[in-house]
């Protein structure tokens, strides 16, 4: 499967903002889901966000109201605006493209710091 490339990361103060962006290499609305997913130091990947081929949505608990999950059909790219950042969403945050069911491919990841 080709591999999606994550862009966007970078360092912010608590309560900023960042955009990450995830492109792939074929038509994104193909795809049976595509989703956000980040590790913490110390810690496991856990799931962030999704977005399905027919366009729901679904956030962890601990990014609602915060982050926002889009998809650009032109550019091939899943988007997450992030929010309000808190220290705790410090991770090296990965794009997975699932391009049918079962069959996925992982980024390599772009970091994001929340610091003062």
């Known amino acids: 499967q080709v591999q999606p490339v994550e862009s966007g990361g970078g360092l912010v103060q608590p309560g900023g903002s960042l955009k990450l962006s995830c492109r792939t290499s074929?038509?994104?609305?193909?795809?049976?889901?595509m989703g956000w997913y980040r590790r913490a130091p110390g810690s496991q990947r856990e799931f962030v966000a999704t977005?399905?081929?027919?366009?729901?949505?679904k956030y962890a608990d601990s990014v609602k109201g915060r982050f926002t999950i889009s998809r650009d059909s032109a550019s091939n790219t899943l988007d997450l605006q992030m929010n309000s950042l808190k220290p705790e969403d410090t991770a090296l945050y990965y794009c997975?493209?699932?391009?049918?069911?079962?069959?996925?491919?992982w980024g390599r990841g772009t970091q994001v710091t929340v610091s003062s």
């Open positions: 977005f399905t081929r027919e366009g729901r949505t």
């Open positions: 997975k493209a699932e391009y049918s069911k079962g069959f996925y491919s």
């Open positions: 074929t038509s994104i609305d193909s795809a049976y889901e």
